[in-house]
């Protein structure tokens, strides 16, 4: 993600794609579909970025915030419905690539040290890149091997907080979860700890992941008066009003700094109506916006969050080196950049981790799908 800091032969089909898509559990379509744009914003402050474009504003990096909260809501609803083997599933869904990706950005590391810029073949840091561990270098700040890895370290430890609670009591572990949350960052604070690591869990950010499961709880009142919303006239074209106000002030906020407020406040908020807005309107509305592309690229977002830097970074010095050339060429080197960086994304994510993810799942869950 951005600064702070989810083969075998042949594809599928689009018969069986669109099979796929009405298999999907409710409420998935649209956010898949804030996934993808979600990942798409991030994408887009790379390639106009300081050391990309360098154009103004560079907005995007608040993409980050939409994931933290749909992740945040997934796991409560997922819980909800199915708490069985619920760090395995987690473990299925986020290791296998990024272990992988890891592992290939250390080896060019290894090999050839000048094509990264910011990444050392350090023997400890891929260990702790690995395992999750935040760990601050010279070179890199608290960034893992795989840069983008820095937000899985904080989804691990959401997982972490979760998973106990789920031990404790399965009805209540959003909400115990949530206290959890608070408790760590209070202690963390009180304790005066200045170790980095241990600080990094300390950052407020984590209280976006509080945001989505506040949306669960939200999302399943709604369900209960779902009759009422239905009879008023005005409800979906506030959702879609306030909607549509959340995702222009999300972007808008981040090209005035924030407005010096923190960043869970500046961004975690709009993020928050976003996705809890986005839900309603499918859930009480079936209202989405149908796309097989949005769909399919939704699906890939975890994979195109955590290779494009590479992709854009690698083809600006390389292949699009000094080509683009006033604001036509411009727009054309990022419609590109955006574009190749997503078919690549798609691509490793139907020949490797789907096929990966469907045999870990058979192999340790005895089935082929699972949230």
Not at 116 to 129: A, Y
Request: with cysteine; charged share 15%; glycine share 6%.
């Amino acid at each position: 993600m951005s600064t702070l800091p989810t083969f075998p032969a042949n594809p599928e089909l689009p018969a069986e794609k669109e099979v796929a898509r009405q298999a999907a559990p409710a409420l998935l379509v649209n956010l898949n579909t804030l996934r993808a744009v979600a990942a798409l914003a991030v994408v887009y402050s790379h390639i106009t970025s300081e050391a990309g474009l360098n154009l103004q504003p560079s907005i995007g990096t608040r993409g980050v915030d939409i994931f933290f909260v749909i992740s945040g809501f997934i796991i409560a609803y997922i819980s909800s419905r199915n708490a069985d083997h619920f760090f395995a599933r987690r473990l299925i869904r986020i290791v296998p690539f990024y272990w992988a990706a890891t592992l290939v950005v250390f080896c060019v590391a290894l090999v050839a040290p000048r094509v990264l810029r910011s990444t050392q073949p350090d023997v400890v840091q891929l260990l702790c890149s690995l395992l999750f561990i935040p760990r601050e270098t010279t070179y890199a700040g608290m960034f893992p091997t795989l840069v983008l890895g820095w937000s899985l370290n904080y989804e691990m430890y959401f997982y972490i907080l979760f998973g106990l609670s789920l031990l404790i009591s399965r009805r209540l572990a959003p909400i115990l979860c949530c206290v959890a949350i608070t408790a760590v960052l209070w202690l963390i604070d009180a304790s005066g700890s200045q170790n980095p690591s241990v600080q990094f869990y300390a950052r407020p950010i984590v209280f976006e992941f509080v945001f989505g499961i506040v949306a669960f709880y939200l999302v399943r009142a709604a369900d209960r008066h779902r009759d009422a919303l239905l009879g008023a006239p005005m409800a979906k074209p506030v959702l879609l009003l306030v909607l549509g106000a959340a995702l222009t002030a999300i972007f808008y906020i981040e090209a005035e700094q924030g407005f010096g407020l923190a960043r869970q406040l500046s961004a975690g908020i709009p993020a928050f109506f976003i996705v809890f807005c986005a839900i309603l309107l499918e859930r009480i509305y079936r209202l989405t916006i149908d796309s097989r592309v949005l769909f399919l690229l939704g699906e890939a977002s975890y994979i195109l969050y955590l290779i494009h830097p590479y992709v854009v970074f690698g083809l600006l010095r390389t292949a699009l080196r000094g080509v683009q050339g006033g604001p036509a060429g411009t727009v054309a080197v990022i419609v590109v950049l955006m574009v190749v960086s997503s078919a690549i994304a798609i691509a490793i994510h139907v020949y490797f981790e789907r096929p990966v993810m469907r045999f870990l799942r058979q192999r340790f869950l005895g089935r082929s799908r699972s949230a």
